[in-house]
């Protein structure tokens, strides 16, 4: 254990005791990409950007607040509210989020913003000698506490238009829960898809009618962290902006253990990787994919679903939903530049449990 994570234990075993300070804070991280990617330590993209004060990652915790668990490199692994019963001992670092779940700041029309804070986004702390990586070399007991270079500005602040509007959550008889979400209407030559994020894991995509219409996500954990993500996609050029909403808890149920459907060992070993098979021109000058998906062995969609994620490198996701009985399937719209991940995510309906099959990256 490094010795940024052995104060941070340290710390984190008299957090619910020791009073907080009154001046740590959350900022976007304005330069914090150019600086990541100019010191070669930028591993992953992210929707979103911030800084942290230092006395941010060592200050008390309250109970009932969203915390993020930080890994190394900064990258926000999943959200927690914190309980008694919350284990924080292997975190490498922790942040309580603010209460409105993100950070204010004036976009270039001058029109006031909140930039969620959410999983998979990168945080840097902010330092007298300026922002630095969350990692090894990082000793925080060392820095000295600056105040925020770039303070959030007043007033309330005004939804994106991208953004999507949670209109429901609900718990049906058997305990499951679902999300209703009211997407925006997409303008001219544009595509709107959703996603649900649980707890940084667990991956939901629909598409939409492109009007505005809402869209329930089913079979969602209880009791878990959940972010939306609204990706519009320009039709013409392929690109893609994700806008996310700040994080909403699901409510926590009583939920009968049952029998799981799919054994993730077995399916591991069996199920043979998503392959690219051939690529050709698509529509309006874009790419198309044919990708040959497996089988799935013992398929019964009444307690498994499948989904092909197809994920660029700035993290915007397309899933389609598939069958238990493999083929290839043709994927268009791809832009003619952008690489790639592929993958086959096998759900088990009972148990929420996902298995991941990796296929080879589509270049």
Same mark, same amino acid.
């Given at each position: &254990?490094?010795?940024? $994570?052995? @104060?941070?234990?340290?710390?984190?075993?008299?957090?619910?005791?020791?009073?907080?300070?009154?001046?740590?804070?959350?900022?976007?991280?304005?330069?914090?990409?150019?600086?990541?990617?100019?010191?070669?330590?930028?591993?992953? $993209?992210?929707?979103?950007?911030?800084?942290?004060? !230092?006395?941010?990652?060592?200050?008390?915790?309250?109970?009932?607040?969203?915390?993020?668990?930080?890994?190394?490199?900064? !990258?926000?692994?999943?959200? !927690?509210?914190?309980?008694?019963?919350?284990?924080?001992?292997?975190?490498?670092?922790?942040?309580?989020?603010?209460?409105?779940?993100?950070?204010? *700041?004036?976009?270039?029309?001058? !029109?006031?913003?909140?930039?969620?804070?959410?999983?998979?986004?990168?945080?840097?702390?902010?330092?007298?000698?300026?922002?630095?990586?969350?990692?090894?070399?990082?000793?925080?007991?060392?820095?000295?506490?600056?105040?925020?270079?770039?303070?959030?500005?007043?007033? @309330?602040?005004?939804?994106?238009?991208?953004?999507?509007?949670?209109?429901?959550?609900?718990?049906?008889?058997?305990?499951?829960?679902?999300?209703?979400?009211?997407?925006?209407?997409?303008?001219?030559?544009?595509?709107?898809?959703?996603?649900?994020?649980?707890?940084?894991?667990?991956?939901?995509?629909?598409?939409?009618?492109? @009007?505005?219409?809402?869209?329930?996500?089913?079979?969602?954990?209880?009791?878990?962290?959940?972010?939306?993500?609204?990706?519009v996609t320009d039709n013409t050029t392929g690109q893609s902006t994700t806008v996310q909403n700040p994080v909403v808890t699901?409510?926590?149920?009583?939920?009968?253990?049952?029998?799981?459907?799919?054994?993730?060992?077995?399916?591991?070993?069996?199920?043979?990787?998503?392959?690219?098979?051939?690529?050709?021109?698509?529509?309006?000058?874009?790419?198309?994919?044919?990708?040959?998906?497996?089988?799935?062995?013992?398929? /019964?969609?009444?307690?498994?679903?499948?989904?092909?994620?197809?994920? /660029?490198?700035?993290?915007?996701?397309?899933? &389609?939903?598939?069958?238990?009985?493999?083929?290839?399937?043709?994927?268009?719209?791809?832009?003619?530049?952008?690489? *790639?991940?592929?993958?086959?995510?096998?759900?088990?309906?009972?148990?929420?449990?996902?298995?991941?099959?990796?296929?080879?990256?589509?270049?």
């Amino acid at each position: &254990m490094s010795r940024f $994570s052995k @104060a941070l234990v340290a710390i984190l075993a008299l957090a619910l005791s020791t009073p907080a300070p009154a001046f740590s804070w959350w900022g976007i991280g304005i330069h914090s990409r150019e600086r990541l990617v100019h010191d070669g330590e930028l591993y992953t $993209s992210a929707n979103s950007y911030f800084t942290v004060s !230092v006395d941010e990652l060592t200050k008390s915790l309250e109970l009932g607040s969203k915390i993020a668990v930080i890994n190394s490199g900064g !990258v926000i692994d999943k959200i !927690v509210t914190l309980t008694e019963e919350t284990d924080l001992s292997t975190a490498y670092a922790t942040a309580q989020l603010p209460d409105s779940g993100g950070v204010k *700041y004036t976009d270039e029309d001058g !029109v006031i913003r909140l930039d969620a804070i959410n999983q998979g986004d990168i945080v840097t702390v902010e330092t007298a000698e300026g922002t630095k990586t969350i990692n090894d070399d990082l000793d925080v007991t060392n820095e000295t506490v600056v105040t925020n270079p770039n303070p959030e500005p007043t007033g @309330a602040p005004v939804a994106d238009p991208n953004s999507s509007t949670i209109t429901a959550v609900t718990v049906s008889d058997n305990n499951s829960t679902s999300i209703t979400i009211t997407p925006p209407a997409a303008s001219e030559n544009t595509h709107v898809s959703v996603t649900v994020v649980t707890d940084g894991r667990s991956h939901t995509s629909v598409g939409t009618d492109n @009007a505005g219409t809402p869209v329930t996500i089913t079979d969602v954990p209880a009791n878990s962290n959940v972010t939306v993500q609204t990706t519009v996609t320009d039709n013409t050029t392929g690109q893609s902006t994700t806008v996310q909403n700040p994080v909403v808890t699901t409510p926590a149920v009583e939920v009968t253990p049952v029998t799981p459907a799919r054994d993730e060992a077995v399916d591991k070993a069996t199920i043979t990787q998503p392959a690219v098979t051939s690529q050709a021109e698509g529509s309006n000058g874009h790419r198309s994919a044919n990708i040959s998906v497996p089988e799935i062995p013992n398929f /019964d969609a009444s307690k498994t679903s499948v989904q092909l994620i197809i994920r /660029d490198k700035n993290g915007s996701t397309t899933a &389609m939903g598939l069958g238990g009985e493999g083929g290839v399937i043709t994927v268009d719209w791809l832009s003619p530049t952008e690489s *790639y991940d592929i993958q086959v995510v096998i759900r088990d309906l009972g148990t929420g449990s996902e298995t991941s099959i990796a296929g080879n990256r589509l270049p």
